[in-house]
């Protein structure tokens, strides 16, 4: 697992335990006692799991996961750990961004798959930054015309359609086309769309 874990918790005990538990499986750690100290001490790291306890003096961790979703988004995602896992705030924290809420006491290995579904998440979102990047690339490569065919090409429009809108012939409209797949990599039409969907999830 290549992405730092950042613990907060305001039980020493405990953190140290966390830290020295992560570390021992190979998982890079560091631990903070608060979510203000937390923040107020952003490592600069693009992507990392967050793992917190749900309530602490100061920033809950409620609190704490829409300040990271707003700051960070996808790249960090959190898992919760808490005595107090009623199910009001097992749903607030899920909505809040909260990938996982594992209650305490928990066995080791609950926590290491919980990781394990958050690196996936990273994953993922690194995926699509990916593809959204490929797909803004081709874009800028297309002229202002073939812009305008891509456009209406991934809104479903026909040949025809959209020689009408743009008040070209539809032969033309065809070699526009055929310039948009090539410049864009897209085998065919249903890849095309896909690319668009890409720029929307990214």
């Known amino acids: ?9 305001d039980d020493d ?7 020295e538990m992560l570390r021992a499986e190979g998982i890079g750690a560091r631990g903070w006692a608060s979510g203000m100290d937390f923040l107020e001490q952003l490592p600069d790291s693009h992507s990392a799991f967050v793992l917190t306890d749900v309530r602490r003096s100061g920033l809950s961790g409620l609190d704490l996961a829409h300040r990271l979703l707003g700051l960070k988004g996808e790249r960090w995602p959190i898992v919760v750990i808490t005595d107090h896992a009623d199910v009001n705030t097992a749903v607030a924290l899920m909505k809040a961004g909260v990938v996982d809420v594992i209650e305490k006491p928990f066995d080791p290995q609950r926590l ?3 990781l394990g579904t958050a690196f996936r998440l990273i994953e993922r979102h690194r995926n699509r930054a ?3 990047e490929a797909v803004r690339q ?6 202002p015309r073939e812009r305008q065919v ?3 090409l991934v809104e479903g429009r026909s040949s025809k359609e959209i020689a009408a809108t743009i008040s070209i012939s539809p032969r033309t409209v065809e070699i526009f086309r055929s310039n948009v797949m090539r410049k ?11 690319m668009s969907l890409h720029m929307d999830q990214a």
């Open 1 to 9: 697992m290549t992405h730092p874990v950042f613990v907060i918790d």
């Open 13 to 19: 005990a405990m953190r140290d335990a966390l830290v």
């Open 112 to 114: 290491i798959e919980a």
């Open 130 to 132: 990916t593809a959204a």
């Open 138 to 143: 081709g874009l800028a490569r297309l002229s």
């Open 150 to 152: 891509f456009d209406a």
């Open 184 to 194: 864009m990599g897209a085998a065919n039409l249903p890849a095309l769309i896909r």
